[in-house]
T-cell receptor, first 113, second 114 residues
Framework: DQQVKQNSPSLSVQEGRISILNCDYT??????FLWYKKYPAEGPTFLIS?????DKNEDGRFTVFLNKSAKHLSLHIVPSQPGDSAVYFC????????????FGKGTKLSVKP | DGGITQSPKYLFRKEGQNVTLSCEQN?????MYWYRQDPGQGLRLIYY???????QKGDIAEGYSVSREKKESFPLTVTSAQKNPTAFYLC?????????????FGDGTRLSIL
């Protein structure tokens, strides 16, 4: 049973617009959430994280929102750029970053010029 | 430059053969991890190690073995018992302890069967 779900396998967005990537989880004990970006044949690159004591974390063009009651988090990228085209993975753990990460299956983002 | 180095980038295995994937980090990280990625799938944890000379099985450890004799090295052996070894293998490391430190990844090794 998948504990972390990314229900959209792909997303296409116009350059300059907002990209919103969604992630749902089932384990209410998860308390640390991360987003990674991955290009083909490369390792994932850490983008941004959020702990369960917050509902928003921002870093430049990237903002992560956490809705604990809905067990839902989202990554907003504003403005989207062609270089953002990649697969984005959502991950979660319990016990903070010392816990093992559970990954979603990823969403492939395409940003069109 | 500090980072995580995985080698080789591509590896081919014959039937019945064991192969070893290398992972080295110079970040002085305590914890190290091995993941497997299959097409259209997320990353699944094979083994992890939080300190030298200690390691734990992850979700899909069958057919794999590891060692952690040095802090900077965490090699993964794919044994002949692993019947479906074709995948992209990723190594990661993290500072152990501290407040919410993310895992950082190497660039992976793609293993294929001849």
């Amino acid at each position: 049973d998948q504990q972390v779900k990314q229900n959209s396998p792909s997303l296409s967005v116009q350059e300059g617009r907002i990209s919103i990537l969604n992630c749902d989880y089932t384990n209410s004990m998860f308390d640390y959430f991360l987003w990674y970006k991955k290009y083909p044949a490369e390792g994932p690159t850490f983008l941004i994280s959020i702990s369960s004591i917050k509902d928003k974390n921002e870093d430049g063009r990237f903002t992560v929102f956490l809705n604990k009651s809905a067990k839902h988090l989202s990554l907003h990228i504003v403005p989207s750029q062609p270089g953002d085209s990649a697969v984005y993975f959502c991950a979660a753990s319990e016990g903070g970053s010392q816990g093992n990460l559970i990954f979603g299956k990823g969403t492939k983002l395409s940003v069109k010029p | 430059d500090g980072g995580i180095t995985q080698s080789p980038k591509y590896l081919f295995r014959k039937e019945g053969q064991n192969v070893t994937l290398s992972c080295e980090q110079n970040l002085n990280h305590d914890a190290m991890y091995w993941y497997r990625q299959d097409p259209g799938q997320g990353l699944r944890l094979i083994y992890y190690s939080q300190i030298v000379n200690d390691f734990q099985k992850g979700d899909i450890a069958e057919g794999y073995s590891v060692s952690r004799e040095k802090k900077e090295s965490f090699p993964l052996t794919v044994t002949s018992a692993q019947k479906n070894p074709t995948a992209f293998y990723l190594c990661a490391s993290r500072v152990y302890g501290g407040s919410n430190q993310p895992q950082h990844f190497g660039d992976g090794t793609r293993l294929s069967i001849l």
